[in-house]
């Protein structure tokens, strides 16, 4: 069992940048591709970024290329999104998600941190 718990959102001013945090739980997380996505009210879940089983390959949305940074660390079991030049259109709840296969089938899921860009 693999459980994840984000944390680092709040609220800040357009332009501003925070750092997102995932912390996993559980022997084989080095394994596991792990994702952020995020869902703002009244619309779909969006995934913005991925990163690969041993710091493997990145994937980052279009919405967040050339301001989010997906990271992990594996000696720590922490997964990192850095967000910069934040825009108001980001605010939304953020989720951590884990894919045992690497397949793009993510079953573990964080309860989320809230992140508000004011203008």
């Known amino acids: 069992q693999v459980d994840l718990v984000e944390s680092g959102g709040g609220s800040v001013q357009s332009g501003g940048s925070l750092k997102l945090s995932c912390t996993a739980s559980?022997?084989?997380?080095?394994?596991?591709?792990m994702g952020w996505f995020r869902q703002a009210p009244g619309r779909e879940r969006e995934k913005i970024a991925t990163i690969g089983a041993y710091a493997g390959s990145n994937y980052l949305a279009d919405s967040v290329k050339g301001r989010f940074t997906i990271s992990r660390d594996s000696a720590t079991n922490i997964v990192y999104l850095q967000m910069n030049s934040l825009k108001e259109e980001d605010t939304a709840r953020y989720y951590c998600?884990?894919?045992?296969?690497?397949?793009?089938?993510?079953?573990?899921w964080g309860q989320g941190t809230q992140v508000t860009v004011a203008s």
């Open positions: 998600a884990a894919d045992s296969t690497c397949l793009g089938e993510y079953t573990i």
């Open positions: 559980g022997y084989v997380y080095r394994s596991y591709c």
